[in-house]
């Protein structure tokens, strides 16, 4: 399987659970997305961990984090809307992988702009030497998702793929999101 098929089923996995989340986050109209947090979202890679996001020293700042604006597409009355990104980062992943790094988004772009979610460079490789790695939220702020990073074709570089999103920790109304079969309410 490819890696861009694995990375889609991953955010089909993530986004999974979080189907009739909050009202206010999937409030979308015919015309484009209303009612979510639609601002850029900054994101960098920054020396240490997730402990104290704003102590490390930025490594890589990376494309900011942005939600689709336009019309909507299926069933958009119940979709929790993402930002993503795509950045090039000019340094190898095995660089980024031998001290500790973190990757870590804030709530918009500006530079005083409070870190929303993060999450540490390390876990298990896979078979082509890329990581998966999650981003827990920070901060009660709600925000979570993953980032997907992989070398890049000079041998050089790491490419970053960052997916976020507002409400995926609950499924607080609406919908009835199962996996496998499993009821949607859980036995006393």
């Known amino acids: 399987m490819g890696r861009w098929t694995i990375l ?38 920054r020396a240490g ?14 494309t900011a984090a942005a939600v689709p604006e336009g019309e909507g597409v299926g069933k958009i009355e ?13 340094l190898p992943l095995e660089t980024l992988l031998a001290e500790d790094h973190a990757v870590v988004v804030f709530a918009s772009v500006d530079e005083d702009a409070a870190a929303i979610a993060c999450g540490v460079l ?16 920070v901060a009660g702020s709600g925000w979570s998702g993953i980032a ?23 499924n607080s109304g609406g919908g009835s999101a199962t996996r496998r079969g499993a009821s949607a309410t859980p036995e006393a």
Do not use: H, Y
């Open 49 to 62: 961990d997730c402990d104290d996001v704003d102590s490390g020293e930025v490594v890589a700042s990376l």
């Open 78 to 90: 119940r979709a929790v809307p993402a930002a993503a990104s795509f950045t090039n980062v000019p």
């Open 148 to 170: 997907f990073l992989g070398g890049g074709a000079d041998g050089l570089s790491t490419n970053v793929s960052l997916f976020v999103a507002e409400g995926l920790a609950g």
């Open 122 to 137: 390390g876990g298990i490789a896979r078979t082509d030497d890329s990581l998966v790695i999650g981003l827990a939220e």
């Open 8 to 45: 889609g089923a991953a955010l089909i996995s993530l986004l999974s659970g979080a189907v009739g989340a909050q009202a206010g986050l999937a409030s979308f109209q015919e015309e484009g997305l209303t009612g979510a947090d639609s601002a850029e979202k900054g994101v960098e890679i």
